[in-house]
């Protein structure tokens, strides 16, 4: 549908060797286009080229999720905490205990048919530098690294303004970037992490991403209210316009 806006989520069980290492990764499609497509397979076994080829389309890394260290997981067994698909907020929350000590749970607002609100928490006691990737479509890029904005500069109606928010000091770095959608054939595209440093507390963004058909200014706010093992509350404002975005496991809510 070119008039449509769809996001696909990978929050499934593990996928034993079919699968990437790549819990929690998304794909938006925003007037016919994928935004944020998928890394891939690119080529499977063969001579060492190949295999070299093939390992760095499998990484962690080069998937739309949060990584540590920029390791690929130790476990992929991904499982699905609640899905609320009623009201103008649809909600998803899928939670993935990606290594030791540490645990992956992301929380996906779709407001009012519009954007989305995209909560990352790293959880446990693991140390290190949390990543949080996002490769786009082969777009013209526009940068803030003080605000921790990415966005596209497309000429047509298929835009992308994302932000991430966070408590804690951010780095917004460019990575290597490219995709596969044909076999043994590959494109380049920008591709950028969010890194931050975690000690034994719990690490928390939040990142809107709005889909958009021209490049407009677009103005977020975002403060996290409440979030333990059960619940999560998030302030947000969006263009001036405030939104508290909550979910709560035990009222399946």
Request: proline share 4%.
């Amino acid at each position: 549908d070119l008039h449509s806006t769809v996001m696909v989520v990978k929050a499934g069980p593990k996928g034993e060797w079919h699968a990437q290492p790549d819990n929690g990764t998304f794909c938006l499609w925003f007037n016919g286009k994928d935004m944020f497509p998928d890394t891939g397979s690119y080529v499977y076994e063969g001579d060492a080229e190949q295999n070299r080829q093939r390992a760095w389309f499998k990484q962690s890394r080069v998937h739309n999720t949060m990584t540590l260290d920029n390791k690929n997981f130790e476990t992929t067994q991904s499982k699905t905490l609640l899905w609320n698909a009623d009201g103008n907020v649809p909600t998803l929350v899928t939670e993935n205990p990606s290594y030791k000590d540490f645990t992956h749970r992301r929380t996906v607002f779709f407001v009012d048919q519009k954007y989305f609100v995209i909560v990352d928490e790293a959880l446990g006691s693991a140390t290190g530098t949390v990543n949080l990737h996002f490769g786009f479509d082969p777009s013209k890029m526009v940068t803030d690294t003080a605000n921790g904005i990415i966005r596209t500069d497309n000429s047509g109606p298929r835009n992308i303004f994302l932000q991430c928010v966070s408590t804690d000091k951010a780095e917004l770095k460019e990575e290597e970037g490219w995709f596969s959608e044909v076999y043994r054939t590959k494109e380049k595209r920008p591709a950028y992490s969010i890194n931050i440093a975690k000690g034994e507390k719990p690490v928390r963004t939040v990142t809107l991403i709005y889909p958009e058909k021209k490049d407009d200014t677009v103005k977020f706010t975002a403060k996290i209210v409440k979030a333990d093992d059960n619940r999560l509350e998030v302030r947000v404002s969006v263009n001036g316009e405030k939104k508290d975005l909550k979910w709560n496991i035990t009222t399946n809510q």
